[in-house]
């Protein structure tokens, strides 16, 4: 579950990822906690817990019926310590670990939320938290028979750095896989940059003639205007601009360097973005897919998905079974967990 990093390695994952998606587009289990014991604790946690950040909290179901809760928790980056950072999912196994020493042989499944997937890759050079899980609850299965879901909002895969060394020949040149994405992919032009370039703070602007200065108002305006367009367009826009001007050649090809390079800037962080969203969602999938159909009939590792809800609202729950006031209780009390019945 390394990834190389090469781009050309990079290209090899991609294509192969796509040409495997048909098949594992619906392949993860998205329902299988909403049919039993898990929707309602589960939405109850949701509805309590709920950002739109990275943050993970553990289930537990006991034989007797128990639901033991691990609170929310967030990533340990690690700055002050020497063994780097610790994932969410690394600090809820250690948690469940240390409680199943005692009470494993009552423990009879396991619900692990990550707002973030499980990471396939990590750029500190530690197992990934997917290999991770795969050892564990394999563990815990063999001691105790514990079958564990792994639930999880937003794909991480192998982060959202894993394109960063992509060029804008990379995917402007036909041949490439990424090809489709440069055609295909609208964005805005940084306006920031626009400014840089053709505003008033271009000292250039001071001693040129007024034609100039006109041509690079329209150029101005043109990249500061907010509706999204291609690559294409936008290079094919300015260049229009720039040829109504009739400027000598030296100026127009100045001004047209200018805006190509604006636009190939602007377009290659919004054409990366998607890649990379594009890549983790489904290499992400093609791993999980993997492990649960391996794992066969019996498969005590599920990778469900709960999708984000599409209005700003948190999730909805009622509290499951037993009184709210019981869970607080116990979990503003002692390390460990809160349980409610
Ligand atoms: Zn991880």
């Given at each position: 579950m390394r990834a190389k990093n090469t781009i050309a390695d990079k290209t090899c994952l991609f294509t192969y990822t796509t040409e495997q998606s048909s098949d594992?587009?619906?392949?993860?289990?998205?329902d299988s906690p909403f049919r039993d014991k898990w929707q309602p604790v589960l939405l109850y946690c949701l509805k309590k817990y709920w950002e739109l950040r990275q943050y993970g909290f553990a289930v537990l179901i006991m034989a007797n019926g128990e639901y033991w809760i691990f609170p929310k928790l967030y990533p340990d980056h690690g700055e002050n310590k020497t063994d780097g950072a610790k994932h969410s999912e690394e600090i809820l196994i250690g948690q469940i670990n240390q409680f199943l020493l005692h009470m494993g042989i009552n423990v009879i499944r396991i619900l692990i939320y990550t707002f973030k997937s499980p990471c396939l890759w990590r750029s500190d050079g530690n197992v990934c938290c997917t290999k991770k899980l795969l050892e564990q609850t394999h563990d815990w299965h063999r001691k105790f028979g514990i079958s564990t879901d792994v639930a999880f909002t937003e794909f991480w895969g192998c982060g959202p750095h894993c394109f960063k060394d992509l060029t804008y020949d990379h995917v402007s040149e036909p041949s490439s896989v990424f090809h489709s994405y440069f055609q295909t992919c609208v964005f805005k032009l940084l306006s920031k940059d626009a400014a840089k370039i053709y505003g008033s703070d271009n000292s250039e602007n001071e001693n040129i003639d007024d034609n100039i200065k006109r041509a690079n108002d329209k150029l101005l305006k043109l990249g500061q205007k907010p509706n999204p367009r291609t690559a294409e367009e936008h290079l094919r826009q300015g260049q229009e601009v720039i040829d109504?001007?009739?400027?000598e050649k030296e100026i127009n090809k100045k001004l047209l360097d200018k805006w190509s390079q604006l636009v190939k800037n602007s377009a290659l962080k919004r054409i990366k973005q998607k890649i990379t969203a594009d890549y983790n969602s489904r290499a992400s999938t093609h791993v999980y897919t993997d492990i649960m159909s391996k794992l066969g009939e019996n498969c005590y590792l599920k990778f469900v998905i709960y999708p984000k809800p599409s209005s700003k609202a948190k999730p909805t729950s009622t509290q499951p079974n037993r009184s709210r006031q019981m869970a607080a209780q116990t979990e503003s009390g002692s390390a460990g967990g809160c349980f409610f019945r």
């Amino acid at each position: 579950m390394r990834a190389k990093n090469t781009i050309a390695d990079k290209t090899c994952l991609f294509t192969y990822t796509t040409e495997q998606s048909s098949d594992n587009e619906h392949m993860i289990r998205v329902d299988s906690p909403f049919r039993d014991k898990w929707q309602p604790v589960l939405l109850y946690c949701l509805k309590k817990y709920w950002e739109l950040r990275q943050y993970g909290f553990a289930v537990l179901i006991m034989a007797n019926g128990e639901y033991w809760i691990f609170p929310k928790l967030y990533p340990d980056h690690g700055e002050n310590k020497t063994d780097g950072a610790k994932h969410s999912e690394e600090i809820l196994i250690g948690q469940i670990n240390q409680f199943l020493l005692h009470m494993g042989i009552n423990v009879i499944r396991i619900l692990i939320y990550t707002f973030k997937s499980p990471c396939l890759w990590r750029s500190d050079g530690n197992v990934c938290c997917t290999k991770k899980l795969l050892e564990q609850t394999h563990d815990w299965h063999r001691k105790f028979g514990i079958s564990t879901d792994v639930a999880f909002t937003e794909f991480w895969g192998c982060g959202p750095h894993c394109f960063k060394d992509l060029t804008y020949d990379h995917v402007s040149e036909p041949s490439s896989v990424f090809h489709s994405y440069f055609q295909t992919c609208v964005f805005k032009l940084l306006s920031k940059d626009a400014a840089k370039i053709y505003g008033s703070d271009n000292s250039e602007n001071e001693n040129i003639d007024d034609n100039i200065k006109r041509a690079n108002d329209k150029l101005l305006k043109l990249g500061q205007k907010p509706n999204p367009r291609t690559a294409e367009e936008h290079l094919r826009q300015g260049q229009e601009v720039i040829d109504s001007f009739k400027l000598e050649k030296e100026i127009n090809k100045k001004l047209l360097d200018k805006w190509s390079q604006l636009v190939k800037n602007s377009a290659l962080k919004r054409i990366k973005q998607k890649i990379t969203a594009d890549y983790n969602s489904r290499a992400s999938t093609h791993v999980y897919t993997d492990i649960m159909s391996k794992l066969g009939e019996n498969c005590y590792l599920k990778f469900v998905i709960y999708p984000k809800p599409s209005s700003k609202a948190k999730p909805t729950s009622t509290q499951p079974n037993r009184s709210r006031q019981m869970a607080a209780q116990t979990e503003s009390g002692s390390a460990g967990g809160c349980f409610f019945r």
